[in-house]
Each structure stands twice: as C-alpha cells, then as structure tokens.
C-alpha cells in the first residue's frame, strides 16, 4: 500500500489530458486488458462524464461514464491497486451515483469481468444487481473472450 498523509483530502477533478499519463500507468498496473491512451480521448472527445479522484497530486482512481436517455452507463472505474480495499471505490460509486441523478438518470449500467469477483462484491454491495450476462464480451488471453456479468443500479 502506498502511504498516503493520515488526515487525506481527496477531491474530484475532471479527467482530462494533462492526467492521461497517470491514468494510462494506472491502467497498466490494474488490469491485464488495460484502457489505451486513445480510449480515454476518445471518451473525453465523445463528452463522457470523466473523474478523477486525487489527494493532492496523487491519482486514487477514475471513473468514466456515458450519460443515456434515463440512464447512465458505467465505462471504466478502476482504483489505482496502491490504494485498493481502502473504500475509494464506494467514494467514486456516490459521486458517479450523484452526478447520474443529477442528469435525470433512473438506473445505472455496468459490465464487468465473471472472473472479477472482487469487483462484483463491491457492486453487490453498493446495490447493483446481476441482471444477465453478455458472451464473449472482454478479450483475455491470445484469441479467447471471457464473458461479461451485466449489472444494474435503480437510482
């Protein structure tokens, strides 16, 4: 784990291309199919809500969310691994959940990973429940796919 200051004031900030770097490093020390650099702008170009959760000039993590007609679907949320099972991640769900109300939302969207059983607990957790699976959906290793759980939220 990362040492972060005991009192920590962490604050959101729009993600934008100044922390394409950090948020690309992040990516590649968290997921074995990580984001690219250029998925990102494509997603800041598209007017995707994006967030960064930083303390001080620390990244803690990122979401980035596609606003629908009544909802919003949930892209990319990943905590940086030095400052996982920390509760950022619940931090980052509230402030997504928030701004999803404030944009007329009635439900969020998800996939994620049906290996990623860490990150379906927290899901689980926050609300969300497992409404139907999407095959095939994530690349995994040389030429196979590993399937997706889809997951919702009512706000």
């Not at 250029?38 to 990122?62: C, I, P, V």
């Amino acid at each position: 784990m990362s040492a972060l200051p005991t009192t920590v004031e962490a604050r959101f900030e729009p993600l934008a291309e100044p922390l394409l770097d950090a948020v690309v490093a992040v990516e590649l020390q968290a997921y074995t199919h990580p984001w690219s650099r250029g998925n990102f702008r494509d997603s800041l170009a598209a007017g995707y809500e994006a967030q960064a959760l930083m303390a001080g000039d620390t990244l803690l993590g990122y979401f980035v969310a596609m606003k629908g007609v009544d909802e919003v679907h949930l892209l990319n949320i990943t905590v940086a691994p030095a400052f996982q099972r920390q509760g950022w991640a619940r931090v980052m769900l509230d402030a997504l959940a928030l701004w999803s109300r404030g944009q007329d939302a009635q439900w969020l969207w998800l996939e994620v990973r049906k290996s990623n059983l860490r990150a379906q607990h927290v899901y689980v957790l926050y609300g969300f429940r497992s409404v139907g699976e999407r095959r095939r959906y994530y690349p995994a290793h040389a030429d196979e796919r590993e399937d997706a759980i889809v997951m919702s939220l009512r706000l």
